[in-house]
């Protein structure tokens, strides 16, 4: 077994993914900033927070992934309480999202929440996702589309605070992330499949999807698996980090920065 990580911090001041390595477990967590910006201990965001909370649980691989997960969330729950977070405002909660797998022998089981996704690549160059829900933020980038061509990055930012805001509030009612909810168990994604025909396991946060002129359209994962069996993680992470580079006012390819913050993990067997 061979793995390949890539933790690069993107146009932010910190980086808020984060990545565990533990024997046999395998996870990438992207932090969410509670929109209040607060920031905490040693001048770190809530996001930070909660990816590194969430990466140190399942570090321990001392339990089932849903144990793991559950414990996650407990720790941020508490550490945000104990950090004067104002709990009744959701926006004001830190989050994360997970992909996280467990390998034995014989079989892969995974644990998925948010926009941090796993890949399988077969022998025969196939893949399949196990997820298929991801994209609470694609109606926000249709609206930064529409908008991105009369006016700039930071502007934007401003004209959807508002709407921003709302999908934020909808964490653990319209998708799932670990924020200290009890309703993060009903989009917690788990499941065991067999290592046979499996050659590659991928994990990565979005800050690895594919930059698209088309927010409304899916991601474009056929040149995603093409790009990883010519070249790995490094060609992926080129290959956005060059799109983003010729777009630095995120008009043509819209999203939130520049640059992103990517957490990606592959195993090789």
Request: hydrophobic residues 35%; proline residues 2%.
């Amino acid at each position: 077994m061979k793995t390949q990580m890539i933790h690069e911090k993107g146009s932010g001041r910190i980086n808020e993914d984060a990545v565990s390595l533990n024997g046999n477990l395998f996870g990438v967590f992207d932090g969410a900033t509670s929109l209040n910006r607060t920031t905490y201990e040693n001048d770190k965001t809530g996001g930070f927070f909660a990816s590194r909370i969430a990466r140190d649980m399942f570090l321990k691989n001392d339990a089932s992934l849903e144990g793991l997960a559950r414990n996650a969330n407990t720790a941020i729950y508490e550490k945000m309480a104990t950090s004067g977070v104002n709990m009744s405002d959701r926006a004001s909660l830190w989050s994360t999202s997970c992909a996280v797998v467990r390998v034995s022998d014989t079989h892969i089981e995974w644990a998925q929440i948010g926009d941090s996704l796993l890949l399988l690549i077969c022998d025969d160059g196939s893949y399949r996702i196990p997820v298929t829900t991801y994209d609470h933020d694609r109606q926000t980038l249709l609206m930064w589309k529409n908008l991105a061509g009369s006016t700039g990055e930071e502007k934007i930012f401003e004209l959807l605070k508002a709407q921003i805001r709302k999908v934020r509030k909808e964490m653990n009612v319209t998708y799932g992330v670990l924020n200290g909810e009890a309703g993060y168990a009903g989009f917690l994604n788990t499941g065991k499949t067999s290592r046979n025909r499996v050659r590659h396991i991928l994990l990565f946060t979005d800050g690895l999807f594919l930059p698209s002129k088309d927010p409304g359209q899916k991601q474009d994962f056929d040149l995603f698996v093409a790009l990883y069996l010519q070249g790995g993680l490094n060609a992926l992470r080129d290959h956005v980090r060059k799109i983003e580079r010729s777009d630095p006012e995120c008009r043509i390819y819209p999203r939130f920065k520049p640059h992103d913050d990517i957490a990606a993990v592959s195993i090789s067997f």
